[in-house]
């Protein structure tokens, strides 16, 4: 996307909702809290890329309160892309049943988050319900009564997926594709592993093309997603690429090597679904290139900032200490100390996309909020369209 200048603008949290498939299907949207919540709705979605950079995704923004969805803020915010999930305890708030009625009416879809405040009627609208599944996990079966789609939040590890996928929730957004028991188990040989790291290996010192073909070629699962990749939508060739020079040819050597990063995570069991690992590495790299362009780091700079980010999660993938990694890569020292210590500027910039930053922790990283306002617009958009073409 590109880049453009605001004023001052809140800080915007994203999370991931992917359906029981592992794809990416909405985002919500967190909006900084503060005074004169609907001034800073109309800031954030006054800028047009936003809508832009999530499509195809719907964008599901939370609000404690539908009173702060006011005719000017709705006037921004097309039905057929953006929905609320709002606070159960705002049906507390005079008039708000009525709103959220007439939201309803208007073609907005609405999510209520929460349990209904006791003695309080659920909204005779009600399809979708989401709620904070961090602490508790849900009764099996308990919303079958409801349309859907719903949203179960804060989904922090497998076992919680499942438990929430029993109860009956059809999106989840959380941690729990970080946890090693959300895919498959590395083959007990061994044998896949050390390929991957002889393919990093060569890619980190800028091996012959002939020297990775030959990798590829002892990983079919690979070369077939690297196939299946340049002969997508995305490129947009007229003629099919069956061969890995083809590839070469296309691509070019540096989105070679970066696309090469990212089909890394693209590794799956046949007729399995998709590793949700590949859509986040894909944000941190394009992120944190994003971070460097803006601070004027040359293109190979840029390279290795983007693969900084994709490797971060390579300990995740590998089931394998980060520290091993670095070593049998032969990192460059700043990056490895970004890796395993988020030291340096790499570093400071890949601990701001492992949080919900604050201005205090962008000044310290030496980031400013419009900075970071782009680089989530680039990143996201990457990352939705990496998962959708790989």
Known sequence: MAAQEQDSIPLVAFDPVANAQNEWVALCVRVEPGENMPARLQAV???????????????????????????????????NRIGFVVAADALLQEGAMRRLGELHET??????????PEGVKAPAALRSVARDCGAD????????ALFGPHLARNVHTALRFSECENAGFDWFSGDYPLDPASFPSPSDDGSSRRRLLTLLGLLARDADSRELELQLKQ??????????????????????????????????????????????YARQQPDGPPNLLLPLAARRGAQLEALCKHAGGSRDEQDLAFMTGVFSLLDRLLRMPMHD?????????????????????????????EIDPLGD??????????????????????????????
């Not at 609000?63 to 000017?72: I, N």
């Not at 073609?107 to 209904?116: C, E, H, P």
């Not at 900075?371 to 680039?378: F, I």
Request: aromatic share 8%.
């Open 325 to 353: 990694i670095a070593a049998d890569l032969c990192l460059p020292e700043h990056i490895a100390g970004a890796l395993l210590e988020r030291s340096g500027t790499l570093g400071g910039w890949l601990r701001l996309t």
């Open 361 to 390: 922790d962008l000044e310290r990283a030496g980031v400013t909020i419009d900075a970071w306002w782009n680089s989530q617009l680039h990143a996201y958009h990457w990352a939705i369209q990496v998962g959708r073409n790989v």
């Open 45 to 79: 979605f006054g800028m047009p890329d936003l809508l832009a950079a999530i499509a195809p995704l719907d964008g599901l923004l939370m609000v404690d309160s539908p009173a702060a969805l006011t005719p000017p803020v709705l006037a921004l915010l097309p039905a």
């Open 107 to 116: 073609g907005y879809r609405v999510w209520l988050d929460g349990a209904i």
């Open 219 to 264: 990983d079919p699962t690979l070369s077939y997603h690297l196939l299946k990749l340049v002969n997508s939508a995305a490129f947009a060739v007229s003629t099919q690429i069956t061969s890995f020079n083809q590839a070469i040819n296309l691509l070019g050597r540096r989105q070679l090597q970066r696309w090469l990063q990212l089909l890394l």
């Open 137 to 144: 996990a849900p009764p099996p079966g308990r919303l079958a």
